[in-house]
């Protein structure tokens, strides 16, 4: 009899032990229970990465690109495209379709003349904008080629115009606020802005180092890419221009597509004209003067006198009429056709 119970005992031992093999671990109440992933299987070793650490990494990629992506604006110049002595009073914008505008600009993000330019980090750019020290102005304007603090202020000379419609009866003037300061002043009342030039070139004399070398080169690309990047016109340099006053009605995307036309166009006549030689610049000087704005400067007229090898008689490179300078940084604002 003890030995049929032993027989028994076994076999239902060993019929539990199966179910519980072809089961592979069922839940309580006949819920099967989910096999582990392999991340839940897996052990992290000495030197392995984790899934945490990889998506932190695949966010950092990702910020890292999207960065790139928007620091690659165009951003050339309608300063030398000076709005404050044109009158758009009278130009009615609000029904201009501006769909067919290529504002994509032009990419100078992986492009650096110098350290601390477009960094990778953000700094120095109009989207990653950090509150900087705002140097001397004998710090910022230091040069050998001129002295820039003798660089005598440009006449302040704004027509905000008339209608054509003013003097016939029924006819109404527009308000305008700011028409009294600007007129005394050249430009619009505009707080100081943090952030830097993010193409910006530090010092004057290594700004006219890269323009002579971009020249020499034959390179239309790379000076277009000192040019002022279309988010820095548009974040420090339109708010003060007396154009973007509300009662014009300009778009700043407009004035930006005409600004950088006309450097696109101005480039192609400087390497023309002075590409593919070795110039050395001796001396630079300014025709027009400067006009200080709160957040820049803008040097006018703008000549390089340079030598060849040879020295003899100067080269007077003049198809950059006017520059702009932040904290110390340099940009061309606009090339001239």
Known sequence: MKAHLSIASAMVLSGTLLTVALCGGCAPDGESTPKPSASENSVTEVGSTTSAERSAENV???????????????????????????????????????????????????????????????????????????????????????????????????????????????????????????????RRESPWIDGELSRGIPGFDSFVAAIMEQLREGDAKGLMELQIAGADYKRYCWPEFPQSRPITKIPVDESWFFLERKAYSGVQRGVQDFGGQTLTPTRVYFREGRVDYENFTLFKGMVIAAQGPQGGAETLIDFIPVVIERNGRWNVYTYED
């Open 60 to 186: 950092e990629t990702k910020g890292s690109m999207s960065s790139k992506s928007e620091s690659g604006v165009s951003d050339h110049d309608h300063s030398g495209h000076d709005h404050s002595d044109h009158d758009h009073s009278d130009h009615d914008h609000s029904n201009h379709d501006h769909s067919n505008h290529d504002h994509s600009g032009h990419d100078a993000s992986a492009h650096s003349y110098a350290d601390g330019v477009a960094n990778a980090d953000g700094s120095g750019s109009s989207d990653g904008v950090v509150s900087t020290e705002r140097p001397s102005r004998e710090e910022a304007l230091s040069s050998r080629f001129v002295n820039l603090m003798e660089v005598v202020p440009a006449p302040v000379d704004v027509d905000l115009g008339e209608s054509r419609f003013a003097g016939q009866q029924g006819f109404e003037a527009p308000d305008d606020p700011e028409a009294e300061f600007i007129r005394k002043h050249g």
